[in-house]
Every structure is written in structure tokens, then in C-alpha cells.
């Protein structure tokens, strides 16, 4: 799976040096105006449906994932998208010029475990957050997020019960000056739950 492979890859990077994985970046690259966004929390909401939709930041909307130890139902609310710099995202990566025309954006998802058993290490549910830019998938930009405020990295999770939340980050390349940015989460066999934060500054 892909956090196996990401935990490799981090544990074999200098903290300095990061791997650049661009998995799907699209290839229509826009270029406006880059502005960070700190979306205000809210107070989370299970009104949204299971089956998928859209949400507002903080308010969470629930689904199923499959890890190792069974399936869990989760709580996944989208808390604050934070949109680098050119500068910041050049040290960042172990190649500056792979990033040409691209910055980092980094996803604050809070996940809640709601049933289904416990989670023994090393979840996998955060690799199902996503970033979009104006309507492309950014590229995963691997091992950039864990040290950030407030993320935890999902190696040092172990024995999550029902009821307990981590917050964990995931960090995106995305074409500078997007004027949206979305977080999308999908569940098992259920459409995406998407945060929409308005980048135009």
C-alpha cells in the first residue's frame, strides 16, 4: 500500500531531503495568485451524509476504510489548508526544479474513529486525503507534513480506540496561484467528502 512505501521513503530521506512524487499532477497548470489559507475551525457536524458530499472546514462527514486490522468507520473533517510559498516549497524538495511552477499545500484532516475495532499501528486511512487546485489533483509530495503544528505522524499511532482522534497531514504540489483548493477524502465503496477553501486572497 502506499503508506507502506511512503514510510520507507521517509525513514531513508533526511528530514531536509524529501521525495518528490508527483503521482497525478494533471499537466494543465494555471498560474495566478499564491495566498496562504488558514480556514477558520468550526465546530464538526455529522450532518453531511455518509455516502459523500460537500462540507464545510472542521465539519466532519463519515465513511468506511479498510486497514489492516479490519474495517473502521470514520469521522474525517477537512480542519485548515495552508498553501506554501515559492520559496518555502523549494526547501522542501530535493530538486527545486522539478517544482517549477508549483507550491506545497499542506491538508490539517482530523480522523475520528467511530467503530469497527482498533486501529493496532501505522493507519492507513490518510492516504485516501487528497488535494485538489482548481479542479486537478495536485502531486503527493511525500514526507513534507509530518513535523508540521499540530500534525502527528501516522507511525507513531498505535492503538487508536473508538472515539479517539489524530490529526494528520498530508502535503500536496499544486500549480502556484490556484484560486480554489479542495480536500477530498473517499471512503469504501462511497463518493468523496470535499472541503472547498477559497485561495484567491
Avoid at 486501529?119 to 486511512?125: I, L, M, T
Avoid at 508540521?148 to 499511532?157: K, S
Amino acid at each position: 500500500m502506499l503508506h507502506k512505501k511512503t514510510a520507507l521513503l521517509r525513514a531513508a530521506a533526511p528530514v531536509a531531503v524529501l521525495a518528490l512524487a508527483l503521482t497525478a499532477c494533471g499537466g494543465n497548470k494555471k498560474s495566478t495568485t499564491t495566498t496562504e489559507n488558514d480556514a477558520p475551525k468550526t465546530e464538526k457536524s455529522s450532518s453531511a451524509p455518509a455516502g459523500g458530499g460537500e462540507l464545510k472546514s472542521g465539519q466532519g462527514g463519515t465513511g468506511k476504510f479498510k486497514e489492516e486490522d479490519g474495517t473502521i468507520t470514520y469521522e474525517v473533517a477537512a480542519q485548515k489548508v495552508k498553501v506554501s510559498t515559492e520559496a518555502e516549497t523549494k526547501k522542501l524538495v530535493s530538486d527545486p526544479k522539478r517544482a517549477k511552477g508549483l507550491v506545497a499545500a499542506t491538508a490539517w484532516v482530523k480522523y475520528t474513529n467511530k467503530g469497527g475495532g482498533v486501529v493496532k499501528e501505522s493507519p492507513d486511512v490518510a492516504d485516501e486525503s487528497e488535494i485538489y487546485a482548481d479542479g486537478q489533483r495536485g502531486g503527493l509530495l511525500i514526507g513534507a507534513a509530518e513535523d508540521g503544528p499540530g500534525c502527528e505522524d501516522t507511525i507513531d499511532i498505535e492503538n487508536w480506540k473508538t472515539g479517539q482522534s489524530h490529526t494528520i497531514c498530508q502535503t500536496y504540489m499544486i500549480p502556484k496561484g490556484a484560486k480554489s483548493v479542495e480536500v477530498h477524502w473517499t471512503g469504501e465503496g462511497s463518493s468523496p467528502l470535499i472541503w472547498k477553501f477559497d485561495n484567491a486572497g
